[in-house]
Every structure is written in C-alpha cells, then in structure tokens.
C-alpha cells in the first residue's frame, strides 16, 4: 500500500520536469480523451500502443512498419490530423478496426506527458475507464506516486483532476491526512466537492465545451 505522504499530483504536462518522476510510479492522466482512447484500444484488441511526441516521431515509427499492421491515431489540437487513420475519439477505436493493430498515437496532451515520463520505474495510462485496475496497480506499490494530468496547453483541467483525487481519495479511504502534499489536497478537495456527479462536472468543464463544438454528437459519456 503506497504512503499516502508520498503521493503527488502535477496539474499539466509543463508543471513538472522529466527528472522528478525519476524512479517513481506515474500515472498519466488525459480524460478527454487521450487516456480513454488508449484504454477503449487495448481493451478490444490493439496489439500495441506507441505513444509518440509529434508527426514527425510518428511518421519516422510508421516507415518502418509495414502498413498492414499499424494505425495512425491522434489529434491536433481537438481534431483529427490529416492522413491520419483515426482521431482521438474513443468510439473510432472498435474491435473491428484495431484488433491485432499496432497504434501509434499523437495527441496534444496526454502522449506528450506519456513521453515526458520516461525516467518513471513504471507508466500507468489512467481514465474512469480503468479506475479499478490503477487501484489495483498502485496498491502494490510501496515507492512514490505521481499523478500526472496532462491538462490543456499547460493549463489544469477540471476532468483529470477530479480523476486524480479519485484516486487519492479511494487509496485514503476518503481520510487525508495532514502529511499529503498540496497537489494531493487539491485533488482530494475536488473530487469531495464534484465526485457525487462526475459527468455532470465534467460535461461543463472548458476541454469538453471545446470538444462540443468540434463533436458535436458528443463522446465524453465513452470517457
């Protein structure tokens, strides 16, 4: 069971340093939707996911592939990036299409923070999705956490945070102590704040109004 006093959460990609998760269990956090997508992936099938800091990192992986085998996945800023196969909506990625399929994955936020971890001992891709299996995961370690949201643009959004003091809460058994670091209390005081209504909180955060206006049948209930 981790130390609760060891458990810290960065608000965006541009909060912290790669060093600082040196040797530390992180958790990368990008509901809308990086996150959902890559879980939505692996649960029906995808074979691998490459998370990648750009076009060009991607394009330089997929030269090397035979095409049969790969999928280009991601966005820009919200929306599909051109020649791409899919966006970054987690109803693309159906059994049917990623089965078997090697994807490699490009978003704004959430692979940029995958990448930016690397000096972590281990990486976990954290949703709503897969709550119950990060617990699970974390429980079994006894070295510092990071909770990692990825935000929008280095700003904090409200979706990964409320996921992050989930997290905190359910490892404190909703009793925080006064030894927790101040990313934690924040966290934890939200998700107290806006937990009995997750969707609704997260329907009217400012990255799902972004995502209204470019999907505008909507997919932040799949998140």
């Known amino acids: 069971m981790p130390d609760l006093s060891y458990i810290d959460v960065f608000f965006s990609v541009q909060a912290f340093q790669e060093e600082e998760l040196r040797g530390k269990t992180a958790v990368i956090i990008d509901v809308l939707r990086a996150s959902s997508s890559i879980t939505t992936a692996i649960s029906n099938g995808a074979k691998k996911i490459i998370p990648v800091a750009d076009m060009s990192d991607a394009m330089k992986i ?95 959004s409200i979706e990964d945070t409320l996921f992050a003091g989930s997290i905190v809460h359910n490892i404190s058994g909703g009793n925080l102590p006064d030894s927790a670091k101040d990313g934690a209390k924040v966290a934890f005081g939200l998700f107290e704040k806006f937990g009995d209504d997750l969707e609704g909180a997260i329907s009217k955060s400012d990255h799902a109004k972004r995502l209204a206006e470019l999907v505008p049948n909507g997919d932040i209930p799949l998140c």
């Not at 159906?94 to 089965?99: C, N, Q, R």
């Not at 399929?101 to 000096?119: E, M, R, V």
């Open 62 to 156: 997929a030269n090397t592939m035979d095409q049969k085998d790969f999928l280009l996945c991601g966005e820009k800023n919200g929306s599909k990036i051109e020649g791409y196969h899919l966006g970054n909506s987690p109803a693309e990625y159906t059994p049917e299409v990623v089965k078997g399929k090697t994807l490699i994955f490009n978003t704004t936020n959430g692979t940029k923070a995958i990448k930016k971890a690397s000096l972590a001992n281990q990486i976990y891709v954290g949703t709503f999705l897969n709550q119950q299996s990060i617990l699970n995961a974390l429980k079994e370690h006894d070295d510092e956490i990071v909770l990692v949201c990825s935000g929008w643009q280095g700003r904090l």
